[in-house]
């Protein structure tokens, strides 16, 4: 419990402060994330914040503005069916400004995602990475709220 509060606590402090490449990765080692040498973080970058130690920075890399790293996706305490990943992100990769890094994934070393995208999946080394036009991709049956899992949000997609 005092753990999880100091870790929030070092979290709400890394999002604001100075010292993109000082003060915010050193406070995010302390919550538990790997970070390697050489890694700016800019302002407003949330790194999630249940479950810091599965967060892997690797040297090199830079984090745009107000992106979002997640190593979850439940509400409230984990439940027997909740699932917690990986996030790794490989030497020499920058981020873009406002990205969203969903759990398990993996940023291939040398990359660049362009500003504003969603990482859902691996993202192979050395490659520009980013979003196409924003479209409807399916109907949902199940909404994804308390009380329903991921997973059941998943199957209860359909094609459109």
Known sequence: MIRSV???FLSKIAFIIL???TLRPWLHRLRGVKIS???WISQYVYIDESHPENVIIKENVS???RSTIFTHL???KKGPDDKVGKVIIEKNVYIGPH?????NVTIGEGSVIVAGTVVSKNVPANVLYGH???TALARVTHPLIEGISYE???LGLRKI
């Open 6 to 8: 100091v870790n929030k």
């Open 37 to 39: 040498k050489n890694v």
């Open 19 to 21: 010292g993109g490449s």
């Open 132 to 134: 196409s036009p924003a």
């Open 152 to 154: 059941k949000f998943l």
């Open 74 to 76: 439940y509400w409230g």
């Open 63 to 65: 984090i745009g503005l």
């Open 99 to 103: 990205c969203v890094i969903l759990p």
